[in-house]
């Protein structure tokens, strides 16, 4: 039985929609980094450890204003008039990895902050402060985007299930 295009209209326009609400936080996280630490860095002393932390905070800031800007870009909140139930099944499967290979990599920031707040302590280490502050730099963001990735993972799995269930 072949599935309404109102209906496959619909549940792409959702998940269209949860990912520009999820944007949006990103965006929102993003502006937080570039003004709170963007201030805070042009205040501190490049000799200690908050001027890295606020210098890494500034720089992941522009990433992730440049990555939830491409994003809004290219939502797509009609649905095509020829989608076809594969090619929603694809999307969705396609943005769930996405968000799931984030979480992953979000481990990996946060381990390497780990990394370098060890290299940190070594004994007579030239550049302590440094390591220090991008170690911690790098605990905030990967804790703040592991978050994130894994809640978009979750809604935007829960909204596939009630996809496969709607059909």
Sequence with gaps: MPVPTTELATLHHAREMLLGQGLAVL???????????????????????????????????????ALAVWGILHQQPKAPTNLRIGELFQAQLFNENLFLLNAGLDVAYIMTGFYLRAQAAVPDQLKSERLLGFGKSLWLQGSFLLVFDAMMWSLLHWQGRILLNSL
């Design 27 to 65: 965006a929102a996280w993003a502006l937080a980094n570039l003004l709170g630490s963007g201030y805070l860095l042009s205040r501190a002393d490049r000799r200690y450890e908050p001027y890295y932390f606020h210098g890494m905070n500034v720089g992941w800031g522009l990433v992730n204003t």
